[in-house]
């Protein structure tokens, strides 16, 4: 297992960008898939983007598709995700997961977790 931290939540208002930070503690991270999950108030925890272990694939969710852009830097064990055009629908904690055996967008397969970080978007 890693250990995962994030960074760079904040508040927002529509229309402006944040970049979030997942960094890893061990020496197998560049072995995992990575993704970003998010729950809203009220909501069931939500897949945002999956990335490989090398970085070569991703996939996103279409309600962030063309905003968000995810990527990792295995020299440095972290994973990134770019938010721009930031809708107040996004308001949510924003979780980053790492899977060590499984290629999916379901909350379930990933067994790392960090604390999460909260972002906020204001209208």
């Known amino acids: 297992q890693v250990q995962l931290v994030e960074s760079g939540g904040g508040l927002v208002q529509a229309g402006g960008s944040l970049r979030l930070s997942c960094a890893a503690s061990g020496r197998t991270f560049s072995s995992y898939t990575m993704g970003w999950f998010r729950q809203a108030p009220g909501k069931e925890r939500e897949f945002v983007v999956v990335?490989?272990?090398?970085?070569?694939?991703?996939y996103y969710a279409d309600s962030v598709k063309g905003r968000f852009t995810i990527s990792r830097d295995n020299a440095k064990n972290t994973v990134y995700l770019q938010m721009n055009s930031l809708k107040p629908e996004d308001t949510a904690v924003y979780y980053c997961?790492?899977?060590?055996?499984?290629?999916?967008?379901?909350?379930?397969?990933?067994?790392?977790w960090g604390q999460g970080t909260q972002v906020t978007v204001s209208s």
């Open positions: 990335i490989s272990w090398s970085g070569e694939t991703t």
């Open positions: 997961a790492a899977s060590r055996f499984a290629w999916s967008t379901r909350a379930a397969d990933f067994g790392s």
